[in-house]
């Protein structure tokens, strides 16, 4: 069964930093696209970040500069270290794999002083 497990969330302070991980299992990781998405109040989700398996990254334009996905394939977890947080980057994150599985609970995350 395809499963992800968020953790890392909470509340920061504008300017401040987070790092989000994410478990997975149930597919070969090593192989996986994987994303982190986030969803916040009366809004669609949206793609943040992706990370290939080859290690390649790409990141929507409101996080570029700040956030930084990454993988550990021998553990299955993928990363997303946040920093110089703004309150509009308050939301629910969710990781997944970009063509498997169905959503986890996500993680809260809220930027707010």
């Known amino acids: 069964q395809v499963q992800f497990e968020e953790s890392g969330g909470g509340l920061v302070q504008p300017g401040g930093s987070l790092r989000l991980s994410c478990t997975a299992s149930?597919?070969?990781?090593?192989?996986?696209?994987m994303g982190w998405y986030r969803q916040a109040p009366g809004k669609q989700r949206e793609l943040v970040a992706h990370i290939l398996r080859d290690g390649d990254t790409n990141y929507h334009d409101f996080v570029k500069g700040r956030f930084t996905i990454s993988r550990d394939n021998a553990k299955n977890t993928v990363y997303l270290q946040m920093n110089s947080m703004k309150p509009e980057d308050t939301a629910i994150y969710y990781c997944k794999h970009l063509f498997l599985g169905n959503w986890g609970r996500g993680t809260q995350v809220t930027v707010s002083s």
């Open positions: 149930g597919f070969d990781f090593r192989l996986a696209v």
